[in-house]
Nanobody, 123 residues
């Protein structure tokens, strides 16, 4: 059974940085894509970034290019999202998600989800 557990959220001032982590277990992730989404109050789940586990290929939403960096650590099956230059509008619950092979920006395409971690950016 695939399990994804996020950590690293918190409260940060505008302009600050946070690194989120997603610890994955239950499957060999070499054929998987890991992605980060976020959901602000009253809004739908929004794609942020994804990484193809085997190759390290990455893909970003335009809104976070140059500010967020997704990476993976093969030794402990953990994906990270480094977030710099945070803005109040980045405030949301951040989720990691997994699916096989193909990167998608559509939440419904992902098979596995973590429980989410809250990120709050104060102005």
């Amino acid at each position: 059974q695939v399990q994804l557990v996020e950590s690293g959220g918190g409260l940060v001032q505008a302009g600050g940085s946070l690194t989120l982590s997603c610890a994955a277990s239950g499957v060999t992730f070499s054929t998987y894509v890991m992605a980060w989404f976020r959901q602000a109050p009253g809004k739908g789940r929004e794609f942020q970034a994804a990484i193809r586990w085997s190759s390290g290929f990455t893909f970003y939403a335009d809104s976070v290019k140059g500010r967020f960096t997704i990476s993976r650590d093969n030794t402990n099956n953990t994906a990270h999202l480094q977030m710099n230059g945070l803005k109040p509008e980045d405030t949301a619950v951040y989720y990691c998600a997994a699916r096989r092979v193909v990167i998608s920006t559509v939440p419904g395409d992902y098979d596995y989800w973590g429980q989410g971690t809250q990120v709050t950016v104060s102005s």
